[in-house]
């Protein structure tokens, strides 16, 4: 309900070259979602292991909610300032109306991975039926949202419904998850993260259109400037690590 309701109104309500627009513009986000799944799953094991105390559990979470937030944060931006020649490299000109689109809903991504990692600990604590709620809530909120936006606004009204869908998933998870014992993100943690953002979606959209050009000068950026800032280490082996 939630990643479908948006597509089928829009068929109902609007032209149907807006489905078509649409859909190009979230083939990326199915891609970047299957991430999501896979930290839920690879982390349930750990987190529910019987020996592991719920300080343990807290810095399993806290830990991964730290690399999901290093690497979805920056993809994010840099997707937003790229959607278009994103759009343009993967379905050709005729679909440039799908890069406004792409740059809201790509920040479904970095919503999605913190929620995935909070309702692991629900799972994990066997809290399955909070994570239905959870879902179930955000699946009407969906729903409501699209009914509304959708014929006022078309596909943009149906990428915003869909990002708020993912925020309120989030917030629900976090409150879930804290009355499970588990504290929230805290955002200040992130600030070195979110400096080494900016100076890379900088750098982005000083790079012009060409994905060949910007994508790998954002990255390169991004490490440069995490390091600098400090958000990456060296530890005793000799390897590096994330600093947050």
Not at 82 to 89: T, V
Not at 226 to 231: F, I, Y
Request: hydrophobic share 55%; net charge positive; proline share 5%.
């Amino acid at each position: 309900v939630i990643y479908n309701s948006d597509v089928i109104l829009l068929r109902v309500l609007r032209p149907v070259s807006e489905v078509g627009l649409y859909l190009a513009a979230y083939a990326l986000i199915n891609l970047l979602g299957v991430l999501g799944n896979s930290i839920a799953v690879s982390l349930i094991p750990g987190l529910a292991a019987p020996g592991r105390d719920q300080a343990g559990r807290q810095t399993v979470v806290d830990v991964a909610t730290a690399y999901v937030v290093a690497l979805a944060v920056p993809l994010a931006v840099g997707g937003s300032i790229l959607a278009g020649p994103l759009i343009d490299f993967g379905f050709g000109s005729d679909y440039q109306g799908a890069g406004p689109v792409l740059a809201i809903l790509i920040w479904t991504f970095p919503l999605l991975l913190v929620r995935s990692i909070q309702q692991a600990a629900l799972i994990a604590g066997d809290a399955r039926g909070d994570v239905l709620r959870i879902t179930a809530w955000a699946a009407a909120l969906s729903v409501s949202l699209n009914i509304v936006a959708i014929p006022l606004f078309g596909m943009i009204g149906a990428a915003c419904t869909t990002v708020g869908a993912e925020i309120a998933r989030l917030f629900f998870s976090i409150g879930y998850a804290g009355r499970a014992g588990y504290a929230p993100p805290r955002v200040v943690r992130f600030w070195r993260i979110g400096l080494a953002t900016m100076i890379m979606g900088a750098i982005v959209a000083l790079s012009g259109r060409s994905i060949w050009v910007a994508v790998p000068a954002g990255a390169i950026t991004y490490l440069l400037a995490l390091g600098v800032v400090g958000g990456i280490r060296r530890a005793a082996g000799g390897h590096f690590r994330l600093n947050v």
